[in-house]
């Protein structure tokens, strides 16, 4: 999962990439965190550097991402970390946590959702036929939906970060890019957050354009750590 470890002082901190990324999104921050931490940074097998984009015959699910991760902090020693999670990495490390709490001292929830199809009282962001149509599209042609899809999340008014992730999210194999995105929109895991006992915190956009913000107020009204 190519893992680097920068810094040596303080708490351990684990940074997680969400869809179409890698670890080099954390390029910006990593320096001056690793003043402060041990900072650990890695991608995930999904990723386009990973291993070239990760293997599209095998099964996703948020659960063996999470079985992902604490494979990774188990063979790199960790203990006790803070974990920031950006996206549908923040909902795994909730899932990793509740198998191993000895790992996590604390996650950071950066833009997660436990699920992103509205449903009876509650408001995911996207209707079912949104869902379908994304899907359509990125099995259709990925290489076209690729760069809209960066600058859709990321913005226009960033055209560097939006040129950065769109050459990440590029690198990804389009069956694994679909079949992770399947996995991510449709996905319910709302069931595991009154169980997550480690401390949380949540860091949410007001404009999100992929989970709005009431999605993070129902996060924060159900986590028991948010508590």
């Not at 694994?176 to 895991?189: E, G, N």
């Amino acid at each position: 999962m190519n893992a680097r470890v920068f810094g040596n002082v303080g708490e351990t901190l684990v940074l997680a990439h969400g869809y179409g990324g890698s670890r080099f999104v954390w390029d910006d921050v990593v320096p001056s965190l690793a003043d402060k931490f041990r900072v650990v940074v890695f991608d995930w097998s999904f990723s386009g550097v990973a291993d070239g984009g990760g293997c599209s015959e095998r099964r996703f699910s948020y659960h063996d991402f999470a079985d992902e991760l604490v494979a990774l902090m188990d063979e790199l020693g960790l203990r006790g970390a803070v974990f920031l999670g950006h996206s549908m990495a923040g909902m795994i490390g909730c899932i990793a946590s509740l198998a191993r709490p000895d790992l996590f001292s604390h996650l950071v929830l950066v833009g997660a959702s436990p699920r992103y199809i509205n449903d009876d009282g509650y408001e995911g962001g996207f209707g079912r036929g949104e869902v379908d149509a994304m899907l359509g599209a990125i099995e259709t042609d990925f290489t076209e939906w690729a760069p809209l899809f960066a600058e859709t999340v990321v913005g226009v008014d960033h055209p560097a970060a939006v040129a950065k992730f769109a050459k990440q999210l590029a690198m990804m194999r389009p069956a694994t890019a679909l079949r992770v995105m399947r996995t991510v929109l449709t996905c319910d895991v709302r069931d595991v957050l009154p169980d997550v006992k480690a401390p949380c915190t949540i860091v949410h956009c007001t404009q999100d354009a992929v989970a709005p913000l009431a999605v993070a107020r129902y996060m924060q009204h159900r986590l028991a750590g948010c508590a």
